[in-house]
């Protein structure tokens, strides 16, 4: 598969410091995905539901999506939340990119269905190799569900 066929890796991310990190440890990876930035939880949204300046955008679901806990307008855990709870989104595999060690914060998006929570480690190094570690599971090793088409029977 390349480019047009892949689908993009969406990162939430308010810091610009770590979208930079965050773009280059991807970079590294050689990935063909493309990665649609945006910097924050309306905006996420937006993307993913397709509203607002994203409306008629083409393209699939994410492959991913890495969503920073604390951003403006909309958190992370009510953008968990919501694409959990659509019918089309529910089964976009999300990782939760944080630097909060707060335990509420872990269990809260383990109920809403995250699909992984990483605390960003401090160093520089240690930070790089998590998300290569993250882009090259998320959008090569893992496995997606498969799409169910309607059948006749069915509709």
């Not at 790089?128 to 893992?142: H, S």
């Amino acid at each position: 598969m390349s480019g047009p066929d892949l689908k993009p890796i969406l990162l939430v991310e308010d810091s610009p410091k770590d979208v930079e990190l965050t773009l280059a440890a991807l970079e590294r990876c050689q990935l063909a995905n493309t990665v649609v930035v945006v910097r924050d939880g309306a905006e996420a949204l937006d993307y993913l539901l397709a509203t607002g300046p994203y409306e008629g955008r083409n393209g699939g679901d994410p492959v991913v999506v890495l969503l920073d806990l604390k951003l403006p307008k909309v958190d992370g855990l009510e953008v968990l939340e919501r694409i959990k709870s659509d019918e089309k989104l529910r089964q976009t595999p999300v990782v939760m990119l944080t630097s909060s060690r707060e335990e509420k914060d872990l269990v809260r998006s383990y109920q809403l269905g995250v699909n992984a929570f990483v605390v960003k480690p401090v160093g520089f190094d240690q930070f790089f190799e998590a998300i290569q570690d993250l882009g090259m599971f998320w959008a090569v090793l893992n496995e997606p569900p498969p799409v169910m088409q309607l059948g006749p029977q069915d509709e």
